[in-house]
């Protein structure tokens, strides 16, 4: 179930700090160092949400905001902590997803991902699903903690083909 981050945030900074030096998680940050994670105390520029099942914290779905523009910008933040995939998880990444559209009535999401990263076909797919795009690539874009440079990919997913591949109609315009 998503919850504010912010209710988890010791839960939080403790599993980030475990992962730093951990192969599996390299492509997750597209940087070649890592921070502790900034847990804000307002959803005017970020939505940060802890997945969470029996008080456990099992990933961490987050996410900028634009408001002027009415976008998420290329900062969409998902990771699961699990070892393995986490059908709780993937149900609260979804419903992220969601409520981006459907609840917060943003009108653009974008966000990247490493290429390499396993996740890569996951996002593909949920591209299609949901009638978004892939925008590009960007060469040799960002140096992970491996030290090499690796592509990055741009999706986009609009509102109006959301609602159009959900078979819903747009009820008001965001």
Known sequence: MLKPAILYSDDLIHKF??????????????????????LSDTTW???????VVNNIVLGYIGYSIDRADGDIVN????????????????VDMKQAITDI???YNFRKLNFTVVIGNPVEKHYDRLIKR??????????????????NYYDEKLYEIMRDDYFKSRGKRVEKDA
């Open 101 to 103: 559209f459907e609840k």
């Open 17 to 38: 700090r475990t992962v730093w030096f951990e192969d599996k998680y390299k492509f997750w940050n597209n940087t070649s160092y890592f921070d502790d994670l900034n």
């Open 45 to 51: 520029t970020v939505h940060q949400f802890a997945s």
């Open 130 to 147: 949901y009638g978004g795009r892939i925008v590009g690539v960007r060469k040799k874009n960002c140096r992970l903690i491996d030290g």
């Open 75 to 90: 900062n969409l933040n998902i990771i699961n902590f699990e070892n393995g995939p986490s059908i709780t998880f993937a």
